[in-house]
């Protein structure tokens, strides 16, 4: 899931709301998906309505401010039905009423600081603050950076961008981008403050190399064993923080974990903020893939098991 790091259920009071995606058979991929919101009160799980118009590729985070409001992060294609492909997008806040929620959404269009370059393959994340009833959403635009745009409870927006950290040398992003993106990772909100971490994609490590580490020009030939046959490329976790959006920019990107020496890969679990500011992270750190680490082209890889 793309939003991965993001929630998909929220709980107000005793009723429980789940976002789900649903695959539309005559539309063509990767727009072939709606979302749906699914609903389980004391009667029991009611589907309670689905997106009758638009189409999209992700799943689609929600949040919950109290008393009775859900938020969806919707991403709809603006290509026509017919198309298939990626292509632009429109992001969209949707507010059901949780007491009437098979009643039509609102629709909200986030005032972002650029609103060029948003598709269909979006990354998107999503929190909410219910103290304050504030919303956060991340939208990813390109290689370069996120869109970031906060609600307030009277609905004005503040806006910016959070660019992504630099490659390193002789490290190789999967698309050959000079930034490497971050992403699946949780987010919290909290009195104006920031949280985000998330995991880091590439295509190398200590002992996959590039085409031009194997001495050959690296503009006439492939990458080498740097590729995605070579085991999951989730390599580096990452996070950031700011203590007041908007006013204060965010801080150096710090490296938490990494996984170019053993080959394995990472991906971030959750986070929490306790009453003193101190922040918890949990991510899923495991081995190389069995079968790579077993191949004629890596022989005697590290064996071991996985670790939280």
């Keep these: ?32 998906c709606r979302w749906a919101l699914f609903g389980r009160t004391a009667a029991g799980w009611t589907r309670v309505q689905a997106d009758d118009k638009g189409r999209q590729r992700e799943p689609c985070p929600i949040a919950c401010l ?41 629709t909200i269009l986030p005032e972002w600081a ?27 635009v390109g290689y370069s950076h996120a ?7 009277d609905g004005k927006w503040v806006a910016g961008r959070l660019p992504w950290p630099a490659c390193g040398p002789g490290e190789l992003e999967p698309y050959g981008a ?58 580096r976790l990452y996070y950031t923080s700011t203590e007041r ?9 710090v490296v938490i974990d ?4 053993d080959g394995g890969w990472l991906f971030p679990g959750d986070m929490h903020v306790d009453a003193a500011g101190t922040v918890h992270l949990l991510w899923y750190r495991a081995p190389m893939m069995r079968r790579i680490g077993r191949s004629t082209a890596l022989p005697q890889a590290p064996d071991s098991r996985p670790a939280c």
């Excluded at 929630?7 to 649903?22: C, H, K």
């Excluded at 948003?118 to 990813?140: K, M, N, P, T, W």
């Excluded at 959006?245 to 990107?253: H, K, M, N, T, V």
């Excluded at 990494?258 to 020496?261: R, W």
Aim: hydrophobic residues 40%; positive net charge.
């Design 66 to 106: 109290p008393p009775a409001t859900i938020l969806l992060a919707s991403n709809p294609t603006l290509l026509p039905r017919e198309a298939s492909g990626g292509g632009p997008a429109r992001p969209e806040l949707l507010l059901f009423d949780a007491a009437a929620a098979a009643s039509p959404p609102r």
């Design 245 to 253: 959006i908007g006013a204060q920019p965010f801080r150096d990107w």
């Design 1 to 32: 899931m793309w939003c991965y790091g993001s929630t998909v259920m929220v709980r107000l009071g005793n009723d429980v709301f789940v976002s789900a995606l649903e695959r539309l058979p005559d539309s063509r991929p990767p727009n072939d």
């Design 147 to 153: 869109e970031w745009a906060v609600r307030d409870r």
């Design 178 to 235: 000079n930034q490497v993106r971050v992403h699946y990772g949780p987010v919290v909100l909290r009195d104006r403050a920031v949280h985000f971490c998330g995991v880091a994609a590439y295509d190398n490590w200590s002992r996959v190399k590039t085409y031009a580490d194997l001495g050959h020009d690296a503009a006439s030939g492939p990458r080498g064993m740097a590729t995605r046959k070579r085991g999951n490329r989730m390599r």
């Design 114 to 140: 650029g609103t060029d370059g948003f598709s269909q393959h979006s990354y998107r994340s999503l929190a909410a603050d219910r103290a304050r009833g504030e919303v956060i959403l991340f939208q990813d």
């Design 258 to 261: 990494d996984t170019f020496t």
